[in-house]
């Protein structure tokens, strides 16, 4: 199993970015699949969920901000990060299903003017 | 939300010892189906978590049988026997039971 997160960088607040989670090693299309964020030294804050039948769930600190999708064909989840604000600084795990089994090595996004 | 409540937020251990690290919940974590819905996991220093615990007592695949994990509803443990240089790192409890899932604040475990 293997999870490989890619997309983050530096973007001015009020701004977009969308962040991608490759999977390989496992039937991607039959888990659901979690994104999960941790400030600079700080703990882990769960941010949203996609099923396998594409049923999503957000964090309130993101509801209407962030969107979470997937593409099977592809094995890949996606995070749309919009209206960015300075506390969404964070690195960005992407994690499998509903034991958080696998965790990416995480990307990080910086918001910064 | 449930809040997640972990102590101590740093332990200093012997190598060799043993380490117990405390968490409760705010809420039941007993489902109807009779699973605790409390997960342990360790972040080693620069590496993302990794599963240790799932389900209250249930050992993660590849995971030292020194971890172990126990509680109630409310009041969770995770017990490190042995402790070895390995082990260093920041332990986080979690609950999912329901979204949004939490976690707690983290133990930090070091080496004397």
């Known amino acids: 199993v293997q999870l490989v997160e890619s997309g983050g960088g530096l973007v001015q607040p009020g701004k977009s970015l969308k962040l991608s989670c490759s999977a390989s090693?496992?039937?991607?299309?039959?888990?659901?699949m979690h994104w999960i964020r941790q400030a600079p030294g700080k703990g882990l804050d769960w941010v949203a969920y996609?099923?396998?039948?594409?049923?999503?769930v957000y964090a309130d600190a993101v509801k209407g901000r962030f969107t979470i999708s997937r593409d099977n064909a592809k094995n890949t989840l996606y995070l749309q990060l919009n209206s960015l604000k300075s506390e969404d600084t964070a690195i960005y795990y992407c994690?499998?299903?509903?034991?958080?089994?696998?965790w990416g090595q995480g990307v990080m996004v910086t918001v910064s003017s | 939300d449930i809040v997640m409540t972990q102590a101590p937020l740093s332990v200093s251990v012997t190598p060799g010892e043993s380490a117990s690290i405390s968490c409760r919940s705010s809420?039941?974590?007993?489902?109807?189906?009779?699973?605790?819905?409390v997960y342990w996991y360790l972040q080693k220093p620069g590496k993302s978590p990794q599963l240790l615990i799932y389900?209250?007592?249930n050992l993660a695949s590849g995971v030292p049988d020194r971890f172990s994990g126990s509680g109630s509803e409310t009041d969770f443990t995770l017990k490190i026997s042995r402790v070895e240089a390995e082990d260093v790192g920041i332990y986080y409890c979690?609950?999912?039971?329901?979204?949004?899932?939490?976690f707690g604040a983290g133990t930090k475990l070091e080496l004397k």
């Open positions: 809420k039941s974590l007993l489902h109807s189906n009779g699973i605790t819905y």
């Open positions: 090693g496992f039937t991607f299309s039959s888990y659901g």
């Open positions: 996609i099923s396998s039948s594409s049923g999503t």
């Open positions: 389900r209250m007592s």
């Open positions: 979690g609950q999912l039971l329901e979204n949004p899932y939490t």
């Open positions: 994690a499998r299903g509903g034991l958080l089994d696998y």
